[in-house]
């Protein structure tokens, strides 16, 4: 983990993305302040060592298409089409693409920010990932401007795509990045093994830093015991984090303290 700071082209490609991230966002035409957008933009958003953890995983198995949960402003898709160019990798990115804290458009950000990809090795679905409540799209509408009724969001939500364990498409690697609760990481656990080639492999985002989603995986972790290899990637560093003496040698080697973890799933043969 640690040695992960001395990939020069792992952190200078994060650096190039993230930077061009921002560009795109400042050039935008939004009725908020800039420091607002970011504020927006980053948060939740891939950190430096969770790439780094996500590209050691794609580099091990090298899938060849890859499904994307959650993709909201495309940042975390790019850098899945970034690592997997070697092999020629296919993404397929899954969101609702509607309203999402300050963005309107999701769905513009996620094609512009990687146009050089889209559409040839790009595919980009609007559409919910199992079932879904109105009411969790109702928020951002009423508290973001522009605001909109009730009826605008029910005819936008109506012309999205639903995704079930029945979909046709089958996937190398899946990228789950969605709904952060226990019930949602385990409804998409549950529809995402079924969309599974063989041999292929689960990650989860947040699997550190948000409680519900790692309770998931421990339940995964014991319901595939024995079947499965379930594993959490991020504890390291947040242990070594909060000692005192190896906080303060990580400080100085300039290694992020941000990670918000990776877990992985993958059914034994």
């Known amino acids: 983990m ?7 082209a792992s952190s200078n490609l994060f650096k190039k993305n993230r930077d061009e991230l921002i560009n795109l966002i400042a050039d935008q035409e939004m009725s908020y302040p800039m420091e607002d957008r970011l504020t927006h933009a980053t948060d939740g958003c891939l950190k430096f ?3 780094y ?31 997997s160019s070697s092999w020629n990798a296919k993404v397929t990115a899954v969101d609702p693409n509607i309203r999402h804290r300050i963005f309107d458009n999701p769905r513009g950000f996620v094609e512009r920010f990687n146009s050089k990809f889209y559409p040839n090795r790009l595919e980009i679905i609007s559409g919910f990932f199992g079932e879904y409540s109105n009411e969790y799209a109702y928020y951002d509408y009423e508290h973001y401007e522009p605001k909109q009724d009730r009826n605008f969001v029910d005819r936008l939500l109506n012309t999205r795509e639903i ?6 498409k089958k996937f190398d690697f ?24 063989d041999g292929g492999c689960i990650a989860f985002h947040d699997a550190v830093s948000w409680e519900e989603v ?36 990580m400080s100085k080697l300039k290694i992020p ?13």
């Open 53 to 83: 953890l996500l590209k050691n995983l794609l580099y091990k198995y090298k899938p060849s298409t890859i499904l994307e949960i959650g993709s909201f402003l495309g940042f975390s898709t790019r850098w899945l089409l970034e690592v």
């Open 2 to 8: 640690v040695a992960s700071v001395f990939d020069s």
């Open 214 to 249: 790692n309770k998931a995986l421990q339940d995964i972790k014991l319901e595939f015991k024995d079947k499965a290899i379930v594993k959490i990637y991020g504890n390291t560093i947040v242990k070594m984090y909060r000692n005192k003496i190896l906080g303060k040698v």
């Open 49 to 51: 060592i969770d790439a």
């Open 174 to 197: 899946i990228f789950i990045d969605g709904d952060h609760s226990y019930e949602a990481a385990m409804k998409n656990f549950a529809i995402a093994i079924n969309l599974l080639n």
């Open 163 to 168: 995704i079930d364990k029945n979909w046709s």
């Open 257 to 269: 303290p941000e990670v918000d973890g990776i877990g992985f799933f993958k059914l034994l043969k």
